[in-house]
């Protein structure tokens, strides 16, 4: 184990696939740990490539590089394979969730249209215990493959020849864009290899570093920092089932202790589920000193967060200094600034009345002061600038803009859709270099340091638990649930609170005709229901306003943030609240 | 929560669940129809696998994450544990 692992670019993900073949290949790469009983599955570094190789050649049977392959799967290391499989073949994997059973809207329907996929790749796990998946299969109009991470391979099996370069996709990630336009981020393979060696160096990861991770792999966090930085480290990844970690949090912190793990990532929320499910017991002979990094990022980071888990965590050997702020977005192929290992999160106090009016002044009084926490400072060979949104001309510290990204990890645009594409990734300069710029559309401001902390968003983007969603869908879905509800005059927002994280809250006109007999509590049941059942998130107000008082532009635009301060301010022209 | 109760009854179970609504979600006991769906309380997927733990947890069975999702009303997921219980209660019996 060197950093020597490190010194050579690599020609593509499916290089570096082979390199750690060739260097570590009895290593353990890959360990998938069932939510009940040992049967722990692990691959090394030299299987994971065989079987991978094995299933190139498959998909090469029955596409081409440069086609699509939807990547369906249910927690383990068949999705690995799978991924691994495309990587090699020069197919550009779209990793997706499993639409559920229950599902009263199925949300993959404009994915399939837009990236129009020659294949479909699941396991037999999946098949077996969803035989309601095959008419989605069939619907697909793909060719669907069983992969499976147990076959055994000749060790000569495999497609040789044609390889994949930096340019060429490796994927298609779909977490960005409302349900009825997705967007899919084109991931370059010189994407990836670009943000691993930015994340292994802010990081300062060791080669070799042990990483346990329950994100799932269809998020960039999972993909990113489940299996492609530990594939890059030649370290072993642990990976658990999200389903276990929500049913039983202290499982992750059991993984980290049992494989005496160094590195994790994970959303706010998942320090706050460890601390809200704590219990003496089953923590018992638990030593967590091994955990040296743990990235909080996808969705804000609060300080009230970061203080209870080290408290609750520090008699079992938890370091205060393992907390790692970071921020990123699948535009930035994951990472775009992290903190300084060791030390953990980076705090600010700032004035909230400061803060209305873009800057970041001292608060003045303790009723004033709002904590921010750092979210780091850019990864290495990148930069991070805050710019006046409209102009795009930069701003000097401690004054809020919008967040630009620039460099070699900046996405290829987003696939079929030049329109936002030009607007997202701005090209700068001749064109000519491999890096680009991205406007991320959130807002924060740097200190005279270069950490970032982030304010608030431009877009009007929801993210609950790491997961985006856009008002617009849960709107038409609310609207959609009852005929008293005004088409068009609802507003969907997050409101932050200080311990819990993101809460949804829904403003919606009612007809006048129901204004009378308008039964609050019922119809707020209904709505709940309603998007609860399509988007998966609870709402914590539904408030039902008069009509024609939902704050709108003259050309008729909701104003979501407006709406969400006069909510906040209690200024609506409320008739019910359920 | 990890003591196994003696066999509780339908009407228990459906008591029990009623009442980790109104702790979980932070509502008022009459607002919970036993034929409602429990979407229809803000019940969303995360928090219904925490249900579904504590279910687990309650009668030492062991569930589907997604248990309360495919059963989903308090009169529905009571008969689905009730059902779990007995097959439970015939593999003991039969296993002897």
Redesign the interface.
């Given at each position: 184990m060197s950093e020597t692992l490190f010194d050579r670019p690599f020609a593509s993900m499916a290089d570096l696939i082979a390199s750690r073949a060739r260097e570590r290949p009895e290593a353990p790469a890959f360990a998938y740990v069932p939510e009940?009983g040992d049967e722990r599955l692990a691959l090394t570094f030299a299987q994971v490539e065989a079987r991978a190789r094995a299933v190139a050649a498959r998909l090469l049977e029955h596409a081409e590089p440069g086609d699509r392959a939807l990547l369906l799967f249910p927690p383990g290391l068949d999705c690995v394979v799978a991924f691994f499989a495309c990587l090699l073949s020069g197919i550009v994997a779209v990793p997706l969730m499993v639409p559920?059973?229950?599902a009263a809207r199925d949300f993959s329907v404009a994915i399939l249209a837009d990236c129009t996929p020659r294949l479909l790749l699941t396991s037999a796990e999946l098949v077996d215990s969803r035989p309601d998946l095959t008419d989605w299969f069939d619907r697909a109009g793909a060719t669907w493959l069983v992969v499976d991470a147990q076959d055994d391979v000749s060790p000569a099996a495999g497609a040789e020849g044609w390889a994949p370069s930096r340019s060429d996709l490796a994927l298609l990630q779909y977490t960005s864009g409302s349900t009825s336009t997705p967007k899919g981020v084109m991931v370059s393979h010189g994407n990836i290899l670009a943000n691993l060696e930015m994340i292994r160096r802010r990081m300062e990861n060791p080669a070799g570093a042990v990483s346990v991770n329950w994100v799932p792999l269809y998020h960039d966090m999972g993909l990113m920092m489940g299996v492609m930085q530990p594939l890059y480290l030649g370290g072993l990844s642990v990976l658990l089932a999200p389903?276990s970690f929500?049913?039983?949090p202290l499982n992750w912190l059991r993984a980290i202790h049992d494989y005496r793990a160094a590195v994790t990532s994970a959303p706010n929320f998942a320090f706050d589920l460890c601390v809200s499910r704590f219990q003496p017991d089953a923590m018992k002979g638990m030593d967590l000193s091994c955990w040296q990094l743990a990235l909080n990022g996808a969705e804000p980071i609060h300080a009230d967060t970061i203080d209870r888990f080290n408290q609750t965590f520090a008699p079992y050997g938890l370091n205060p200094g393992t907390m790692y702020p970071g921020y990123g977005l699948a535009e930035a192929t994951l990472l775009a600034t992290g903190s300084q290992r060791g030390t953990g999160a980076v705090r600010r106090m700032v004035s909230r009345d400061s803060l209305r009016a873009g800057r970041a002044d001292p608060p003045r009084g303790e009723e004033d002061g709002q904590c921010l926490v750092s979210s780091g400072r850019a990864v290495p060979d990148s930069s991070v600038v805050i710019v006046d949104p409209d102009t795009q001309t930069p701003l000097p510290p401690l004054v809020v803009g919008e967040v630009r990204v620039h460099g070699a990890h900046v996405a290829q645009g987003y696939w079929h859709n030049a329109e936002v594409s030009a607007e997202t990734f701005p090209l700068s300069g001749d064109g000519s270099s491999t890096e680009r710029t991205l406007r991320t559309g959130d807002l924060g401001f740097v200190d005279d340091a270069g950490e970032l902390f982030l304010t608030g968003r431009i877009k009007d983007l929801i993210i609950i638990?790491g997961m985006n969603h856009y008002p617009a869908d849960i709107e038409r879905t609310v609207q959609d649930s009852h005929e008293a509800l005004r088409r068009d005059c609802g507003s969907a927002f997050a409101v932050t609170d200080d311990s819990q994280g993101e809460k949804l809250v829904i403003v919606q006109e009612v007809e006048r005709t129901m204004r009378q007999s308008l039964d609050a509590?019922g119809l707020a049941?209904?709505v709940?229901?309603?998007v609860?059942?399509a988007h998966?998130?609870?709402?914590e107000a539904v408030v039902f306003i008069r009509p024609a008082s939902l704050p709108k532009t003259t050309s008729g635009k909701i104003q979501r943030g407006l709406t969400r301060r006069l909510w906040t301010e209690g200024r609506l022209e409320v008739i019910g609240v359920g | 929560m990890s003591t196994k109760a003696d066999t509780p009854s339908e009407a228990e179970i459906q008591e029990w669940c009623a009442s980790y609504l109104v702790t979980a979600l932070r509502i008022k006991r009459d607002r919970i129809g036993f034929d409602a769906d429990f979407a229809s309380f803000g019940l969303d997927s995360v928090e219904s696998v925490f249900m579904v733990t504590a279910a687990e947890d309650w009668l030492g069975l062991e569930l589907g994450s997604e248990a309360a999702i495919e059963n989903p009303s308090v009169n529905a997921f009571a008969a689905f544990l009730m059902k779990c219980l007995e097959k439970k209660a015939a593999g003991r019996a039969g296993g002897r």
């Open positions: 009940r559920r059973r229950t389903a929500i049913r039983r638990r509590e049941r209904v709940r229901e309603a609860t059942k998966e998130i609870a709402v | -």
